[in-house]
């Protein structure tokens, strides 16, 4: 009894040095969404975006060192209309011509308890950048971390929408983005 007590102890020390001896670094594109929803005359819409890198550096027992980097490419979206795509692209939404993409940089990680936690930093969208936060949930299985997260812009911020599309009766103000990253881990360096 004494030695399988002590393989048992032995193994849960293993699993908890390893377990907090891991960054998740590696993104798994085909597995990572990056979605947006609002509501256009009152009806909830959804869309997406197909492009997008990410680099990414989280390892929850070293919060301080954690980092994020999402680039969206705008010219991928979508509206789930082909109209609509192409729409948005233009002058007066996205302007993807004069800015190809958004970006988020993260200027800091911390936990809320469980697994809930919240990312600080900067979006810039069309040019202009403002500080947002991103309340994120975070999963680990094995190697594989699954980070998911949803926070909230107004797009006249960012002058998304701009001249007649500033009637927020027709594309509501509030945009809701929502992230689903899966990560590999590798072993941290220590």
Do not use: C
């Not at 979605?35 to 919060?63: N, R």
Request: cysteine-free; overall charge positive; hydrophobic content about 40%.
């Amino acid at each position: 009894m004494k030695s399988f007590l002590r393989v048992v102890l032995l193994s849960s020390a293993l699993i908890s040095s390893f377990a907090s001896a891991v960054e998740f670094k590696q993104v798994q594109a085909n597995e990572s969404t990056v979605t947006f929803g609002y509501k256009q005359m009152g009806v909830p819409m959804e869309g997406k975006f197909a492009k997008f890198t990410a680099q990414t550096s989280f390892d929850p027992a070293k919060l301080a060192k954690a980092q994020a980097r999402i680039d969206i490419d705008l010219a991928s979206i979508d509206t789930g209309s082909e109209e609509a795509n192409d729409e948005v692209v233009g002058k007066p939404w996205f302007n993807t011509k004069a800015f190809p993409s958004a970006g988020f940089v993260s200027t800091g990680v911390k936990a809320l308890g469980g697994n809930r936690y919240e990312a600080t930093g900067k979006l810039t969208i069309k040019g202009k950048t403002l500080d947002v936060t991103a309340p994120f949930t975070f999963q680990a299985n094995g190697t594989r971390g699954l980070f998911d997260g949803v926070f909230t812009i107004n797009r006249l911020d960012y002058n998304i929408g701009e001249g007649v599309w500033t009637d927020v009766s027709t594309v509501a103000n509030e945009i809701q983005i929502k992230f689903h990253l899966v990560l590999i881990a590798a072993p941290n360096k220590k």
